[in-house]
């Protein structure tokens, strides 16, 4: 059975990471199949939204399968290294070099811990169950960070909630996420996918060019001086105005009725 399950649930996207045993920890094997997933799912006209998830109810993402990853680390030239993962996609596929402009909702049943915590963050929105526990316990190995987690966190919780997480190594739970706004909503663990999909579904319901635009938007403002960013906010609202889903959006608020948009 593949490591990496995706499904088709009408516009949405399930995306699971099948490896319950290992605690959905990612070998290089599976990243590299997760990656190619996310690449389908942008280039899929007809997706919407995605959903990622684990296996099972223990974890949503333990990292890297240190068992096997450290090992093809050593036997990866740091030139091929650079080139197939620095250069390119990161850990997960969507945490660097890979901007989906799509929703993307992460349902965190479990351990999200280190790469799977960094997964996570590259996510536009986490739900998660009351058994989540959340970490980027590097710092307790003896390194840092290196998939996104030094740069998304701070932006989602702040740079104080950061740096305790970020110095501490020390796992946060459901409650502590969800307070400090790293998670937007907590499930119960039976109900957690079944309402992250209904959420999906609904989201798969608005406008993807306004979806498209404003992730767009959203990420190439980030360290714009404030005048620059409003400038670019309004130009792009200007880029997609005469589009035929804005029509149809206005269409629809006249007549009372739900919009039906094509992308177009």
Not at 28 to 48: G, H, Y
Not at 220 to 233: F, V, Y
Request: charged share 25%; with cysteine; glycine share 8%.
């Amino acid at each position: 059975m593949s490591d990496i399950q995706y499904e088709k649930h009408s516009q949405v996207r399930l995306i699971t990471i099948n490896r319950a045993e290992k605690m959905n920890s990612l070998d290089f094997a599976a990243n590299d199949e997760l990656v190619d997933i996310w690449k389908e799912f942008d280039a899929d006209e007809t997706a919407r939204v995605a959903v990622i998830t684990g296996a099972g109810d223990r974890s949503f993402c333990a990292g890297a399968d240190l068992k096997t990853y450290s090992l093809n680390f050593a036997r990866t030239p740091a030139p091929e290294f650079r080139k197939k993962y620095t250069n390119g996609p990161g850990f997960g596929g969507i945490t660097r070099n890979l901007d989906i402009d799509k929703p993307i909702v992460a349902a965190v049943n479990g351990f999200a811990i280190s790469g799977g915590f960094e997964l996570s963050l590259a996510c536009d929105l986490r739900f998660c169950s009351p058994n989540a526990e959340f970490a980027l316990q590097d710092a307790k190995w003896g390194f840092h960070a290196c998939d996104g987690g030094l740069i998304r966190l701070p932006q989602i919780v702040g740079m104080g909630h950061a740096m305790e997480i970020i110095l501490s190594g020390e796992r946060i739970d459901a409650e502590h996420a969800y307070r400090i706004g790293l998670v937007n909503r907590i499930y119960p663990q039976a109900e957690l996918l079944g309402k992250t999909m209904s959420y999906a579904q609904m989201l798969a319901s608005r406008a993807p060019l306004s979806h498209r635009f404003a992730k767009e938007m959203i990420r190439t403002s980030m360290g714009m001086n404030m005048p620059d960013a409003l400038k670019a906010e309004s130009r792009s609202f200007r880029d997609f105005a005469m589009t035929a889903d804005l029509e149809e959006g206005l269409s629809s608020f006249r007549e009372r009725r739900d919009a039906v948009f094509t992308a177009s």
